[in-house]
C-alpha cells in the first residue's frame, strides 16, 4: 500500500473509475438519477453564480453549490460511493489515506457532491450504502467516522458530511493547541471554566475558580500565568471533560479522548504582557481565540491582541461573552469595522447555527475568513456551537511541511522549569523540529560562556500523561537521566540533536534580522533598547546597526544588526523574530545572519 501510495497523484480526477452497479442489476434508481442530475446541471451555471456573489467563503450546503474540490488538503468530494469494485476500492483507501495525511490524521468528505462542487444528492438507499462503504474505507486504515451533518436538497436526496478521523499510530490523539487572549475583564478563565468543567456560571466568576494557579490571582480574578486546560472528544464528537463522569482526572481525558483541544489561558491585563507574547511565541498555538466582553467592546488590550496575532501569522477566532447582560450587535459591528480596514482585510463571519459551525472549522485556515461567536457562561447559549466547530478543527500545518520539520535534528525550546519530588528538574516547552524519543542524548544550553552541556533524557509526558516519542510542533515535558550533572536551568534554553558531528552549537550574541516597524511614535536610531521574542527566547538587545539607513518609522523595513545584553541564546537563520517596548509590539521580522561566540572569539 505504501509502494502504491507513492504513486498515487491526488490531482488526478475520479472520472476513470465508475462506480459499480448493484449485484440485481438494479442500480439505485439510474434513470431517475440522470434526470436530476440532468436537471442541475441545467442550473448549474446559476449555482455557480450564486455561489460566486457570496464568494465561496466556506462549504455551505444553503448556497446550493459548492466551491470545486480543493486538489491539496484534507477535504474529498465524492457522489456516491455504491458497491466498488475491488481495484476502485483499494483507489478509494489510498485517497483517503492521502487525505487524512493532509488534515493530520483528519478528513472531511461530502457525499453526493460532484467535483465541480454541484449538491446532485443521492436517494437513501444510495447515500446508506456510501456512508458504508466509507466506514469500511475508514476502517481499513483503523480510523473511524461520524456524519457531521446531512441536508435534504431534493425530493427523497440527501448530501452529507462525514468527519474522518485516524489517531496517528505513536500518538494518544490527535491535538490542537488554542491560546485565549482578550482583556481583563473579557471572561476568559470563567469561559475555560465552563467548557472543561461543563459547569455553567453563577454571574460572580465561580466558573474561573478551577483556573487559577495563585492566591493573589483568586483575590484580584485576574490571570498573570500561562494556564493549561484540556477540553477532549471522543469518536462520535461526545464532549470528554472533568464532568464526563466521577472522579475524572486529566490524564484519563487524554486517554479516552481522540481529539484534544489544548487551551493556554494567557494573562489580559497589560501589566502582563510580557507573558503573554512569549506564550504565543514560544508555544507556537494552532491558534488563537480572542475573547471580547459584550459590555466594553473592543479596548486597547483587544486591538494589541489583534495586532501581535496577525504579526505572528496566526488563524484566529473570536468569541463575544456576557451576552446575558448585553446585546453583542454593537460588538458585532465594532469587530467588522476592525477585522475589515486595510491593515487586517479579514472576512468577518457571526456563527449562528451548526451548520455555520462545522462549515467555519472545516475551512477556517484555508480560507480568510473569522468565525465570531456570541456567547453567555451563565445561560449557555452559543457554547454548543463553540464546542462543535473546536470538534471539527484541525491543526494548520501541511503535510510537506510537517515531514520536513521531523526529518530536521532535534529542537527542543525549553519555556518552563520545575522542580518534581525524587524526579528533579523537570522542563517543558516545544519541540519545533526532528523527533524526540525516551533515553535519548542530547544538548542543553547555552551556558553563559556558549557552550552546550551534554544531557540524556529519562521520561517524557504530554497532555499529563507519559509517552515515548514527540514530534516536531508538539509540546512536553521532559526530565533527565537520575544523578547525571545539570547546568543551571532558564526560560529560552534549547535542546539539540548529540550527533557528534564536528561542528558543535554555540549560542550568540548578535544577529542579523529582516525586520518591518508596525508602529513606533518616533524614529528608531542606532542604540535603541527593546525586548526581543524569538521562540522561546525573551531577552533585552540593543540594536547596533540600520543597514541601508540611520533610522526606522512606522511601516519601515531594514536589515538590522542586534546584540542581546544578558547572556547569549541560541538563534538560528529562519526563525521569527518580534520586538517590542514596554506593553505595545514594535515590529516583527525574520533572523537571517548568526554570529556564534566561538567564531566570534577566533576572529
Excluded at 456573489?53 to 459548492?66: P, V
Excluded at 526530565?479 to 540533536?497: I, Y
Aim: with cysteine.
Amino acid at each position: 500500500m505504501d509502494s502504491f501510495l507513492s504513486l498515487f497523484d491526488p490531482n488526478q480526477p475520479d472520472d476513470g473509475f465508475d462506480e459499480e452497479q448493484e449485484l440485481n442489476g438494479n442500480s439505485s434508481g439510474s434513470s431517475e438519477f440522470e434526470v436530476d442530475a440532468n436537471a442541475i446541471n441545467n442550473n448549474s451555471n446559476n449555482n455557480n453564480n450564486n455561489s460566486n456573489n457570496k464568494n465561496n467563503l466556506i462549504f455551505d450546503f444553503e448556497q446550493g453549490a459548492l466551491p470545486p474540490e480543493p486538489q491539496l488538503g484534507n477535504v474529498e468530494y465524492k457522489l456516491k460511493l455504491v458497491n466498488p469494485s475491488k481495484q476502485r476500492f483499494e483507489h478509494l483507501v489510498t485517497q483517503m489515506k492521502w487525505r487524512l495525511r493532509e488534515g493530520h490524521g483528519e478528513a472531511i468528505y461530502e457525499i453526493g457532491v460532484s467535483d465541480a462542487g454541484h449538491l446532485q444528492g443521492l436517494s437513501d438507499k444510495d447515500m446508506n450504502a456510501s456512508l458504508t462503504t466509507l466506514k469500511q474505507m475508514a476502517h481499513h486504515l483503523g480510523a473511524s467516522t461520524s456524519v457531521l451533518r446531512r441536508k435534504t436538497i431534493a425530493v427523497r436526496r440527501s448530501v452529507a458530511e462525514v468527519l474522518v478521523r485516524k489517531i496517528p499510530d505513536d500518538q494518544h490523539n490527535i491535538e490542537v493547541r488554542v491560546a485565549v487572549l482578550g482583556g481583563a475583564d473579557a471572561g476568559k478563565s470563567t469561559l475555560l471554566g465552563v467548557l472543561t468543567q461543563d459547569e455553567l456560571d453563577n454571574g460572580h466568576g465561580r466558573a474561573r475558580l478551577n483556573m487559577f494557579r495563585h492566591m493573589h490571582e483568586i483575590q484580584s480574578g485576574r490571570t498573570s500565568c500561562i494556564s493549561h486546560e484540556t477540553l477532549g472528544f471522543d469518536a462520535l464528537g461526545n464532549v470528554v471533560n472533568y464532568k464526563y463522569n466521577e472522579m475524572m482526572t486529566a490524564e484519563e481525558i487524554s486517554d479516552r479522548s481522540t481529539k484534544l483541544v489544548t487551551f493556554m489561558d494567557l494573562a489580559g491585563h497589560r501589566r502582563y504582557m510580557r507573558t503573554t507574547v512569549q506564550a504565543l511565541s514560544g508555544y507556537s498555538p494552532h491558534y488563537a481565540m480572542l475573547v471580547v466582553s459584550a459590555g466594553s467592546g473592543c479596548n486597547d488590550t483587544t486591538e494589541e491582541h489583534l495586532a501581535i496575532v496577525r504579526a505572528l501569522d496566526m488563524p484566529f477566532f473570536i468569541l463575544i461573552t456576557k451576552t446575558d447582560i448585553t446585546s453583542p450587535d454593537a460588538t458585532v459591528q465594532e469587530l467588522r469595522t476592525l477585522l475589515t480596514n486595510i491593515g487586517c482585510r479579514k472576512v468577518p463571519f457571526v456563527v449562528t447555527n451548526t451548520d455555520e459551525a462545522i462549515s467555519a472549522g472545516s475551512n477556517q485556515v484555508s480560507e480568510n475568513i473569522v468565525p465570531i461567536f456570541c456567547v453567555s457562561n451563565v445561560t449557555g447559549t452559543g457554547l454548543n456551537l463553540v464546542t462543535k466547530f473546536l470538534y471539527v478543527l484541525s491543526p494548520g500545518i501541511s503535510n510537506a511541511e510537517k515531514d520536513r520539520l521531523e526529518l530536521e535534528p532535534c529542537e527542543f525550546q525549553i519555556d518552563e522549569i520545575f522542580r518534581v519530588t525524587d524526579v528533579g528538574p523537570v522542563v517543558g516547552g516545544l519541540l519545533v523540529q526532528g523527533v524526540l524519543t525516551e533515553n535519548m542524548p542530547m544538548k542543553i544550553g547555552p551556558l553563559p560562556d556558549g557552550s552546550f552541556h551534554a544531557v540524556t533524557v529519562h521520561t517524557i509526558h504530554r497532555n499529563k500523561a507519559p509517552c515515548r516519542v514527540v514530534r516536531a510542533g508538539q509540546s512536553a515535558s521532559l526530565s533527565f537521566t537520575p544523578a547525571q550533572e545539570l547546568p543551571s536551568l532558564r526560560s529560552g534554553m534549547v535542546l539539540l540533536s548529540d550527533s557528534g558531528n564536528i561542528d558543535e552549537p554555540y549560542g550568540t550574541y548578535f544577529f542579523q534580522a529582516k525586520v518591518s516597524v508596525l508602529f513606533h511614535a518616533t524614529a528608531i536610531y542606532v542604540g535603541f533598547q527593546t525586548t526581543v521574542h524569538i521562540g522561546s527566547i525573551r531577552q533585552t538587545a540593543v540594536i547596533r546597526g540600520i543597514m541601508g539607513g540611520e533610522k526606522l518609522g512606522t511601516n519601515d523595513s531594514a536589515s538590522v544588526m542586534f546584540e542581546f545584553v544578558g547572556h547569549p541564546e541560541y538563534v538560528r537563520p529562519g526563525m521569527r523574530i518580534l520586538f517590542r517596548e514596554g506593553m505595545s509590539s514594535k515590529g516583527i521580522g525574520v533572523v537571517t545572519q548568526v554570529f556564534p561566540v566561538n567564531k566570534t572569539r577566533a576572529k
